[in-house]
């Protein structure tokens, strides 16, 4: 194959990956999880031909001066969508988790408090907790892509 022709298919490469990211991208903020997985599976594929032809790019051979320049310029244009992509897709996977981790700790908290109740006044008339723990209750989390 040479270089145009796996510039080309590079070319396509990236637009489906971005039309991929983007698409991942709506999915978690219209908080559709379910859908997500499938989408997962095309985008790893996506990649892993991404990282092939890049890398038979860089293979010896025939000089990449030869290339039609339009062709080069529109791989680069596309190459720079992608990095914008790729950094809008880290950001909204980032905020998921942080978001998941503050609803994990409000409610490790609020089980935490429940244990802690008071119980009733002592002797001299001030609250008091229980000095014998209630039972942890338990918690199960339901982990889905």
Do not use: H, W
Not at 57 to 66: A, I, V, W, Y
Not at 114 to 137: E, I, L, M
């Amino acid at each position: 194959m040479d270089k145009t022709t796996r510039m080309t298919e590079l070319l396509a490469i990236t637009s489906q990956l971005i039309g991929c990211m983007e698409r991942e991208l709506e999915l978690m903020r219209s908080l559709k999880p379910t859908e997500l997985k499938q989408l997962q599976m095309d985008k790893v594929a996506l990649a892993d031909a991404y990282q092939a032809f890049t890398m038979a790019l860089k293979e010896p051979g025939e000089d990449l001066s030869s290339v039609n320049s339009a062709l080069r310029d529109e791989l680069t244009e596309a190459t720079e969508r992608f990095q914008a992509a790729v950094q809008d897709n880290l950001r909204a996977l980032r905020a998921m988790r942080d978001v998941n981790e503050r609803v994990m700790r409000a409610v490790v908290q609020a089980l935490d408090e429940k244990r802690a109740a008071v119980t009733g006044y002592n002797n001299r008339g001030t609250v008091t907790k229980s000095r014998r723990q209630s039972p942890t209750c338990p918690v199960a989390v339901q982990q889905r892509a």
